[in-house]
Antibody, heavy 122, light 107 residues
Framework: QVQLQESGPGLVKPSETLSLTCSVS????????WNWVRQPPGKGLEWIGY???????KYNPSLKSRVSMSVDTSKKQVSLELSSLTAADTAVYYC????????????????WGRGTRVTVSS | DILMTQSPSYLSASLGDTVTITCRAS??????LNWYQQKPGKAPQLLIY???ALESGVPSRFTGGESGTDFTLTISGLQPEDFATYYC?????????FGQGTRLDIK
């Protein structure tokens, strides 16, 4: 059973860069897109972006200038960096696997990590 | 961005009831529509993918429907564990977007 575990600092200062890691266990990283989704306190879900095993990535245009994602298949890890942090970046950050269905024509996020809470504050 | 509008935002129902949550897309998204359930302090869990398909292990009382750009999630015979927040998600366009959520509470 594939499991995802996010890790990173719980508290970061404004203007700094957040670095989070998602560790994948119990299965292969091959042929999957790995996503980051965040949820501010008491609010809904926001897609940050995804990265493929090849390293190619797509980001939410609203965050594109500040986001970078990478994958290390040898360590079975996915990384997220988010720069120039403000209080608006305070959220629970989730890692999620995108699974493809029906000959790769449709997709959904079938496995999620438990999330890691990040607070941006001085 | 494709806007996903869920209704209602809040729903109160009793055990055994049947409820329907609607999600309207701002443009055609074919069947690129998924439904998730989220309980407090937990990660979202996939219920329905591709508008209609039931994810493995999800009870059959959850059903998905579609009519053009309107999508529905119906829960038949509410169980105690169904009281949660539900989100729709479109994966047709970038950025991927979610509905604002529907909170289902016990009456």
């Amino acid at each position: 059973q594939v499991q995802l575990q996010e890790s990173g600092p719980g508290l970061v200062k404004p203007s700094e860069t957040l670095s989070l890691t998602c560790s994948v266990s119990g299965g292969s990283m091959r042929n999957y897109y790995w996503n980051w989704v965040r949820q501010p306190p008491g609010k809904g879900l926001e897609w940050i972006g995804y990265v493929y095993q090849s390293g190619s990535a797509k980001y939410n245009p609203s965050l594109k200038s500040r986001v970078s994602m990478s994958v290390d298949t040898s360590k079975k890890q996915v990384s997220l960096e988010l720069s120039s942090l403000t209080a608006a970046d305070t959220a629970v950050y989730y890692c999620a696997r995108r699974r493809e269905y029906f000959d790769s024509t449709l997709d959904a996020y079938d496995i999620w990590g438990r999330g890691t809470r990040v607070t941006v504050s001085s | 961005d494709i806007l996903m509008t869920q209704s209602p935002s809040y729903l109160s129902a009793s055990l055994g009831d049947t409820v329907t949550i609607t999600c309207r897309a701002s443009q055609s998204i074919a069947k690129y529509l998924n439904w998730y359930q989220q309980k407090p302090g937990k990660a979202p869990q996939l219920l329905i993918y591709a508008a209609f398909a039931l994810e493995s292990g999800v009870p059959s009382r959850f059903t998905g429907g579609e009519s053009g750009t309107d999508f529905t999630l119906t829960i038949s015979g509410l169980q105690p564990e169904d009281f949660a927040t539900y989100y729709c998600q479109q994966t047709y366009g970038i950025p991927v977007t979610f509905g604002q959520g529907t909170r289902l509470d016990i009456k």
